[in-house]
């Protein structure tokens, strides 16, 4: 799992996947959440960004399904139904975005 603490900053123009699960077996829902958070160009959290946020599979093969679409609110979206089946590769990278912001993708989740 990995985790960040950030500043409060500007206006949000970039998406970040600050948690993620290390590991996750293959068709199960993921043991832990995923956590996208709007931050400025500087990398500070923005507090005030709503919207909605959408996950993908970046890299790697199989099926991201579950709840891949979160509103955000105060800056932060919350991803906690999310599993990947038939990836043969062993392991993929989540992509995260939202209307007007650049999009963010994960570090590597070993499946």
Do not use: D, I, K, M
């Given at each position: 799992m990995t985790s960040s603490v950030y500043l409060v900053g500007d206006a949000a123009t970039k998406l970040a996947v600050v948690t993620t699960p290390g590991s996750v077996e293959n068709a199960a829902n993921f043991p832990s959440s995923v956590e996208v958070y709007a931050q400025d160009a500087n990398g500070n959290w923005d507090p005030n960004w709503t919207g909605d946020v959408t996950l993908s599979l970046a890299t790697g093969d199989g099926l991201l399904?579950?709840?891949?679409?979160?509103?955000?609110?105060?800056?932060?979206?919350?991803?906690?139904?999310?599993?990947?089946?038939?990836?043969?590769t062993g392991s993929v990278t989540l992509r995260a975005t939202a209307?007007?912001?650049?999009?963010?993708?994960?570090?590597?989740v070993t499946v």
């Open positions: 399904s579950g709840s891949l679409t979160a509103s955000a609110t105060g800056g932060y979206a919350e991803f906690t139904n999310v599993r990947v089946t038939g990836v043969t209307s007007g912001l650049s999009p963010a993708t994960s570090a590597e």
